[in-house]
């Protein structure tokens, strides 16, 4: 592709991100499917721009309506600006890229063209600009954001606007951290063991590792390290019935399946619950490929449901990995910002209060329930587990640091009584967990 292909190509994944409700990888990966001319270069070059964008959108936009030059914030106006901000293209560089030919984009407009001019040789953030977009995030969220991390605002949501490194978590029924680590280097792979799960492996760099051996034994399962010490917290061992209430494609009740040692005989049984069939269909090659036996699944209504009501107070562990505002894995598609509301925020808290219900019915005495969202929010999280524990007097919170020494090993991050990760803090996807008892 020519360099004007390429910006073209960057411009038109930007409408059809900004257009469409699918996660950003997906939109990219449809789109180089029907464009199989491009090469691995191509690729690699309009996928970086892209999420380059999607991550400076905030101070852009600003410049945009700074310039007054009369131009919406599209992706064109993006593009350009990124072009004279970031890459400190002149403006006859950018006329050069926006020429008219064939694949390229179309001229540039005289609005558009002032633009170019104005912000060449400008710096990307500006003193002027408030800290939501300093900081890029939603300006409604400014005030639980503040209050959250006063003085270190800047340096988590820094944190939370940089690209993630991949993790994988080591299916322990078929190798050791260290074999697998082993099989990776021999294909190619190199990676490290995360600093706080004993299970996981960061890769160096961004890798398919669809190719490699430790893959397709299934040894290994990508999942961000965050997500590997909430399965652990889980505590689900061998003769247990656990359920996953929230269980989506299986990422958690893979890590609880491997945990609990569902291979051969076993008497543990555990039950992968959504209220989505499509996802926990996905689960199935996972499930095999990891050589577990089968994980039960049921598709579960979001009221009432009969399975909920035949199986109360029965469950040894229950997992609520609940829909929340997903702000804790922003690092991961940085788009996602752009996408959530405040009433998307008062539907998802009725939604986990609703969840919060049902799943506490299932917990036998003496038995546990896991909150757990990968939200960074207060309203999600440490607000939803005080509304919880005034309403359910039979459960008790169990400090985090207990729980994590019996299960992770060692102590904890530091985090207060229930468990806080952040990009920042931990290294890891953004993700908050309690773990709640019922009292025999
Ligand atoms: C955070 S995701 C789960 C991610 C999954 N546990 C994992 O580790 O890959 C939340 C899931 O909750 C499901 N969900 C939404 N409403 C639900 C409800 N009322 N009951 C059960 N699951 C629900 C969604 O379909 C989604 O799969």
């Given amino acids: 592709m020519t360099p004007g292909a390429r910006t073209q190509a960057v411009i038109e994944l930007l409408d059809a991100i900004q257009s469409g409700n699918e996660p950003t990888d997906r939109i990219i990966d449809a789109y180089f499917r029907k464009r199989r001319f491009a090469g691995s270069g191509d690729r690699r070059s309009v996928n970086q721009t892209v999420y380059e964008i999607l991550r400076h959108r905030a101070r852009l936009d600003w410049w945009i309506a700074r310039t007054g030059s009369q131009l919406e914030p599209s992706p064109r106006a993006r593009v350009i600006a990124e072009l004279a901000l970031?890459?400190?293209?002149?403006?006859?560089?950018?006329?050069?890229?926006?020429?008219?030919?064939?694949?390229?984009?179309?001229?540039?407009?005289?609005?558009?063209?002032?633009?170019?001019?104005?912000?060449?040789?400008?710096?990307?953030?500006?003193?002027?600009?408030?800290?939501?977009?300093?900081?890029?995030?939603?300006?409604?969220?400014?005030?639980?954001?503040?209050?959250?991390?006063?003085?270190?605002?800047?340096?988590?949501?820094?944190?939370?606007?940089?690209?993630?490194?991949?993790?994988?978590?080591?299916n322990t029924l078929k190798a050791s951290p260290d074999a697998a680590r082993q099989s990776l280097k021999e294909g190619f792979v190199d990676s490290e063991p995360t600093p706080l799960s004993p299970i996981g492996l960061r890769l160096s760099g961004k890798t398919r590792l669809a190719g490699t051996t430790a893959f397709k034994n299934g040894w290994?399962?990508?999942?961000?390290?965050?997500?590997?010490?909430?399965?652990?917290?889980?505590?689900?061992?061998?003769?247990?019935?656990?359920?996953?209430?929230?269980?989506?494609?299986?990422?958690?009740?893979?890590?609880?399946?491997?945990?609990?040692?569902?291979?051969?005989?076993?008497?543990?049984?555990?039950?992968?619950?959504?209220?989505?069939?499509?996802?926990?269909?996905?689960?199935?090659?996972?499930?095999?490929?990891?050589?577990?036996?089968?994980?039960?699944?049921?598709?579960?209504?979001?009221?009432?449901?009969?399975?909920?009501?035949?199986?109360?107070?029965?469950?040894?562990?229950?997992?609520?990995?609940?829909?929340?505002?997903?702000?804790?894995?922003?690092?991961?598609?940085?788009?996602?910002?752009?996408?959530?509301?405040?009433?998307?925020?008062?539907?998802?808290?009725?939604?986990?209060?609703?969840?919060?219900?049902?799943?506490?019915?299932?917990?036998?005495?003496?038995?546990?329930?896991?909150?757990?969202?990968?939200?960074?929010?207060?309203?999600?999280?440490?607000?939803?587990?005080?509304?919880?524990?005034?309403?359910?007097?039979?459960f008790q919170a169990l400090p985090i640091d207990a729980v994590w020494a019996e299960t992770v090993g060692g102590p904890p991050p530091p985090s207060g009584p229930c468990l806080r990760l952040s990009p920042a803090s931990t290294g890891t996807d953004g993700f908050f967990c309690a773990v709640m008892e019922k009292k025999s």
Avoid at 289 to 313: F, M, S
Avoid at 366 to 391: K, P, V
Wanted: charged letters at 25%.
């Fill in 220 to 394: 290994i399962e990508v999942q961000d390290e965050g997500s590997q010490l909430i399965a652990l917290l889980c505590d689900a061992r061998p003769g247990m019935d656990v359920v996953d209430f929230c269980a989506g494609g299986g990422g958690k009740a893979l890590a609880l399946a491997a945990s609990m040692g569902l291979v051969g005989e076993c008497n543990g049984r555990l039950t992968a619950c959504d209220i989505s069939a499509y996802r926990l269909e996905r689960m199935a090659p996972r499930v095999k490929r990891a050589g577990l036996e089968e994980i039960q699944t049921q598709v579960v209504a979001a009221q009432d449901d009969p399975w909920v009501t035949k199986n109360e107070r029965t469950m040894d562990r229950v997992l609520a990995d609940v829909p929340c505002t997903g702000t804790g894995a922003w690092r991961r598609d940085p788009n996602a910002r752009w996408r959530s509301t405040l009433d998307d925020l008062d539907d998802k808290v009725a939604l986990q209060q609703r969840i919060l219900g049902m799943t506490a019915g299932l917990v036998k005495p003496g038995g546990r329930l896991i909150y757990t969202t990968c939200s960074l929010l207060q309203e999600e999280n440490e607000r939803q587990l005080a509304w919880f524990l005034e309403r359910h007097a039979d």
């Fill in 86 to 170: 970031e890459k400190k293209s002149s403006p006859q560089d950018t006329r050069s890229l926006f020429n008219g030919a064939k694949h390229c984009p179309e001229a540039m407009t005289p609005f558009e063209d002032a633009l170019a001019e104005a912000l060449y040789g400008r710096p990307l953030s500006h003193g002027d600009m408030p800290p939501h977009v300093t900081l890029e995030y939603p300006e409604w969220m400014d005030r639980s954001l503040q209050a959250l991390w006063s003085e270190r605002l800047a340096v988590e949501m820094s944190a939370l606007n940089q690209p993630a490194p991949v993790d994988v978590r080591v």
